[in-house]
């Protein structure tokens, strides 16, 4: 074989990464593809997007699909990158054959798998520039994790040699070999050239049949190419799941760290390995977040907050002093500055909970907005529904908003008082400053400044009790 190969001046405008993710996961024992498991709140090939993304534009991100290759596509398809189909799963040398018209064009190329998602931005960067640095044609991500048992081992030229002799597969190790601490990530730097020369070489020489990319730093050493390795600083970070309970393992790592970087900007996190919290959300300093909280997707909030204890919080936005108090779940809603939620309440999506509002035990809102100061405490239910500031929802209270084909609302002014029990029966305008008797049913409008009371007449019958139990003796 030829001792001198075509090479390509590494340039950082033409960089590609390709993200492999055409693998059934066939040990997770589950119909869903391996990639779009999720841990820390979204799949994990979303995670390794996103840390590529910080290398690359997404139209320089290349996704290489196959198994329910469709599924994937739309689970990512919001991030703007391209994909490659690999039809048929012949290993990740064949997935890069896949993708060698996408890559020709591209000086450099980092390769990256689509189950690692604890990779970080700083660590591809270091990748990328160590590889630009060596002039390399392969660049090794390796690890030291603390059992590399199943994983292949670096060989390197010697200890404190950044060239690397061989990848040497698990079953392939001598009992001398079993000693060595650094493994093969699966994550790679090549210049373009050098790798589609040397591609086709590849063989099915293996127990599966299948073409490795691990075979290329042979290749590539064999005809005369500079291979490197350069070791990440964390071995999680390039941890795949080969299992549920591995995956799991790597979410509670995933969330640990989130909570770590919240409290690092000034959050109080009481016991965090008890709280659920997703990669994407974010919270202000001084927020202090109690036990047993479960902060989902993109929430966004505010500072000087305090989430009690068994809270759910889903796709929020929070102002800054909010207090939620126990056991209260939240979906796609925003609440205002100083308001106060709960304990036991549902804001389902579409609730909009203005500055100083609130919502108190059992209340349940859906598509309702309530303005500044508005408040029902106990056990209503507002939906479709926009109530004004200062106005006060009395317990029990209902908005009935759907007559079993439509949807109507229910529109409560600034100021108004509505009794507890009442029920509106929506279309409805109760204008400001009205009031509505507890107890009313409300079809009609009530103008402002009005009372409406609309339930039916009382009717007392002195004695009835003694009578009727004088009725029950007479028949026994």
């Keep these: 074989m030829s001792k001198s190969i075509p090479s390509s001046q590494p340039a950082l405008a033409s960089s590609a990464v390709v993200i492999m993710a055409a693998g059934k996961g066939t040990r997770l024992r589950s119909q869903r593809p391996k990639v779009l498991h999720e841990v820390g709140g979204r799949p994990l090939l979303s995670h390794v997007i996103a840390a590529a993304s910080h290398i690359a534009a997404p139209a320089d991100i290349y996704v290489v699909v196959g198994h329910q290759a469709d599924r994937v596509r739309q689970s990512v398809a919001s991030t703007g990158v391209q994909f490659v189909e690999q039809a048929e799963q012949r290993g990740t040398g064949h997935a890069i054959q896949c993708a060698r018209a996408a890559i020709a064009h591209y000086a450099n190329v980092l390769v990256l798998s689509g189950d ?5 931005p700083e660590t591809l960067e270091q990748l990328r520039a160590f590889h630009f640095a060596e002039k390399a044609a392969m660049t090794i ?90 070791q990440a600083a964390q071995a999680i970070e390039v941890l795949g799941a080969n299992t549920i309970a591995e995956m ?9 760290a989130t909570a770590k970087r919240l409290m690092a900007a000034g959050v109080t996190i009481f016991r965090p390995e008890t709280c659920v919290i997703d990669a994407e959300v974010e919270v202000a300093a001084d927020t202090v977040i109690e036990p047993f909280v479960q902060l989902l997707g993109h929430t966004r909030i505010g500072t000087d907050c305090r989430i009690r204890s068994y809270s759910v919080v889903e796709d929020c936005t929070l102002g800054d002093g909010v207090l939620i108090r126990q056991c209260c779940i939240l979906a796609e809603s925003s609440v205002a500055e100083g308001a106060k939620i709960g304990p036991f309440a549902h804001l389902r999506p579409g609730s909009e909970i203005g500055e100083d509002a609130h919502i ?31 106005t006060n929802i009395g317990a029990g209270v209902i908005t009935c908003n759907y007559d079993g ?16 029990d009442s029920t509106l029966v929506a279309p409805v305008h109760i204008e400001d400053g009205a009031y509505v008797g507890a107890g009313s049913c409300i079809t009609r409008d009530v103008p402002a400044g009005a009372l409406a009371v609309g339930r039916a007449r009382q009717i007392t019958k002195e004695g009835w009790v003694a009578a009727r139990r004088a009725r029950q003796e007479e028949k026994k």
């Design 360 to 390: 108190g035990n059992f209340v349940e809102t859906k598509k309702a907005r309530l303005g500044k100061g508005a408040k029902a405490n106990h056990l209503s239910y507002l939906g479709d529904a926009t109530v004004g500031a200062g």
């Design 116 to 120: 690692v998602p604890l990779i970080r």
């Design 248 to 256: 799991m393992e790597l979410d509670a790592a995933l969330r640990l």
């Design 141 to 230: 991500l390796t690890a030291a994790p603390q059992d590399p048992s199943g994983y292949g081992r670096i060989l390197r030229r010697s200890q404190d040699s950044p060239e690397v002799d061989a990848i040497i597969e698990q079953k392939a190790l001598t009992s001398a070999q079993m000693s060595i601490p650094e493994i093969n990530s699966g994550i790679y730097a090549f210049q373009t050239t050098p790798l589609l020369a040397y591609l086709d070489q590849l063989r099915p020489d293996n127990a599966h049949g299948e073409l490795y990319l691990t075979d290329m730093a042979a290749l590539l050493r064999s005809a005369g190419a500079r291979v490197v390795a350069i």
């Design 405 to 420: 084909v439509h949807k109507h609302t229910t529109r409560i002014g600034e100021g108004a008082f509505v009794g507890s």
